[in-house]
Structure formats: structure tokens, C-alpha cells
């Protein structure tokens, strides 16, 4: 069992010694290893002298430990992926731009700052912007969890992603791109997923 459960880390430990350095599975592969190997020698050298004190279990719960963790870990990092692909169906890619001589449709990186972009009803609002024309009700529930549609009105905040529900809005550009609320949170989210910094592996090092 030792072995078997131990293989994954065995296995990071030795690419981590090919490369010249050292990782936690190395430390946890070495401790774990010596404490069943101290464990065997006492068992069968003392074996006729009374009951040794053995460090199977210590080392079974460690490796326990240590793998549990790395599950967790990879389950939320997959949670992480799930959320950012979410975040990034919820980015329109064209708006329906309002210019002196009708409605356009452009291109989110063409929009400007105070631009009026128009959004029709089932329509996903293309910028963050404040409501110029216009009274609906905008479902935000993929951006703030709020269950219900929020009723908007000429002067109210809107975020870029959100589901105009009902009635023909105008909007106000106050932020696009990578100011935009969707676009921090995805950069938000990614950094989380961004590898350890280079002072945390020489610590592991040392």
C-alpha cells in the first residue's frame, strides 16, 4: 500500500531530482518512505522481544493527507476553468452601436467610451454603462447570483453580460475591454490559477 499510494509522488519526487531540484512530493516521498522502512526494520528485529512502536499509520496518514489535498486542489482548478469559460460565453462580441444616422452593429474593440450602444429586449448588454433611454428589468443572475431580473431606469448602472429582459434600453459606455466588470473578474479568476511564485519553490528548495 505504501508504494502503490506513494507511486504518484515517487514518481513527481524523481523529475524533480532529474531536473536539480527539489517539490513536496520529493520531502513527502522521503519522509513517508523512511518512516515505513524504520517501521519494517523494528518489526522484524524486535519482533521477538515484545511489541516495536511502528510508523505505519503515521505514514499512511500523510500520504492520505497529501493526496486528498492534491484532489481538492484539482477539483478547484477544474471548478476555476468551468468559471472562466462561463465568464467568457457572457461577453458579447458585437454591439449595436447608435450613430447620427441609425443603429450599427461594430465590434465590442470599436466601441468607445460614451458611446451609445442600443440593446434590444433578450439581448445581452454589450458594455458596462449607465441607462440613458429606456425602463426594463435585466437578469444579472450569471453576474451577482440575483435570482430575479433587477429593474433598470434612465441613470441606473448596467454590466456588460447581463440579459435585458423586456423593453428596448440605450446605454451609456462607461467601460469596455479589459476595464470592463466581466473582464476583471476573468482576470481575477485566472490568476488563481497562475503557477506559485519563484520565492516559494527555493523555499521548498531549501
Known sequence: MQYWLDARLYRAGWNAVRAGAGNMDLLVAQGTSAGYGLSVYLLFKHAEHGTPHPYF??????????????????????????????????????????????????????VKIGGIVVVRPGERIPVDGVVTIGSSRVDESLITGESLPVAKHAGDKVTGGAVNARVLLR???????????????????????RPRKPRYSVALTA
Do not use: C
Open 57 to 110: 499509520e503515521a505514514a499512511a496518514v500523510i500520504v492520505t493527507l497529501v493526496l486528498l489535498g492534491k484532489w481538492l486542489k484539482s477539483r478547484a482548478k477544474r471548478h476555476t476553468t468551468a468559471v472562466i469559460a462561463a465568464l467568457n460565453t457572457l461577453k458579447p462580441k458585437v454591439a449595436r452601436a447608435r450613430m447620427p444616422y441609425g443603429n450599427v452593429d461594430i465590434a465590442i474593440s470599436q
Open 171 to 193: 446605454v451609456e459606455t462607461t467601460a469596455v475591454g479589459a476595464e470592463s466588470t466581466l473582464s476583471r473578474a476573468s482576470f481575477v479568476w485566472s490568476s488563481r490559477r
